[in-house]
């Protein structure tokens, strides 16, 4: 129901609706405002779809718009708390341990030929769809965007490519697209739409990666804001060397797993590295025998378009990049 708020909103013409969890973004046209749109029209839209769309499960319903910052800041705080509880569901699941994965095309309103391919250790670029959620909307809408797909016709284990995932997305972006990996950002990545949370891109002095997040506006050490480097990620296109993301994904075992894993990571901005250290922490530790990995990686306090200057700080810290194998691009 969360990620069908996208798709309603967005059903409203002279509305758009981007971003998910605690980060979303409405807007609404100049034209619609003079017209008489009003917030109580949103509430209107929303109620009407969650009792047409799911009449098998819901029988109320009530919308309540919150303007107040205060308010709205303790709204956030227990949304967030649902947000981990959720997420920590998927702790014990692997990619290994099931048979199939879905398919997620919510999205295609922005991007038509945008496939979104879930799995247990990798959700869905929004943030918002898990394995388990795509599974249930699957259970919820049969014939809706998430769709399964049978683990079968492995072609490269390291790569994360299959036979059946290729099918699936070139049926589900109607032809654009022919093969994706689900843990490579060079071969094929997984296409994003413009909903991600997150955009990592490779820093050449380093041979690591650098993330930035929708929140962060500022530079990146590689020479471009978030904003920037959103207009040669989305849209539905495969551009090796970047790719949208959720932000949970950074601190998966499969994040660029075929080109050394999150040991490529060597910057985020500060509010996303404080956001992401225990469970980066603890994935570093298990995958690399490093401690306090988290500190390792720059910051906006530390640089922000000095590559020279990341370059120092992270031969100063001895981050794990330094000993990886260069980029096979």
């Avoid at 589900?172 to 949370?197: K, N, R």
Wanted: with cysteine.
């Amino acid at each position: 129901m969360e990620r069908k708020i996208h798709s309603w909103i967005n059903c409203i013409e002279g509305v758009m609706h981007t971003g998910q969890r605690d980060m979303i973004r409405i807007r609404i046209s100049k034209a619609d405002f003079e017209a008489g749109f009003k917030f109580r029209h949103i509430g209107e839209v929303l109620y009407a779809k969650i009792k047409s769309e799911f009449e098998a499960v819901v029988d109320k319903c009530q919308v309540r718009i919150v303007v107040d910052a205060e308010q709205n800041a303790k709204l956030r705080a227990a949304a967030n708390e649902v947000f981990n509880k959720r997420d920590a569901r998927l702790a014990s699941m692997t990619d290994e341990s099931v048979d199939e994965y879905y398919t997620c095309i919510m999205c295609q309103a922005f991007s038509p030929s945008h496939v979104c391919i879930v799995t247990p250790e990798r959700l869905g670029l929004c943030g918002a769809v898990s394995w388990l959620d795509a599974k249930a909307t699957k259970e919820l809408d049969p014939a809706g965007p998430c769709q399964p797909i049978k683990k079968e016709g492995c072609i490269d284990e390291k790569l994360g490519r299959y036979e059946t995932v290729d099918e699936a997305v070139n049926k589900y972006s109607h032809g654009a697209l022919e093969h994706v990996t689900l843990y490579s950002l060079f071969q094929d990545p997984m296409t994003s739409c413009g909903c991600f949370e997150c955009i990592c891109g490779v820093e050449p002095v380093s041979m690591g990666v650098v993330i930035t997040c929708r929140e962060h506006a500022g530079m990146t050490p590689l020479g471009m804001t978030f904003s920037e480097m959103a207009s040669m990620t989305g849209g539905g296109v495969q551009t090796p060397g970047f790719m949208g993301h959720g932000k949970h994904f950074i601190s998966s075992h499969k994040f660029i797993a075929a080109e050394g894993g999150p040991g490529r990571i060597v910057w985020l901005p500060k509010l996303l590295k404080d956001q992401m250290r225990e469970r980066l922490d603890k994935t570093a530790l298990e995958m690399y025998g490093v401690e306090n990995f988290t500190d390792m990686i720059a910051d906006e306090t530390v640089c922000t378009d000095d590559p020279e200057q990341l370059l120092n700080f992270l031969t100063e810290v001895g981050h794990p990049v330094l000993s990886m194998e260069p980029f096979e691009m």
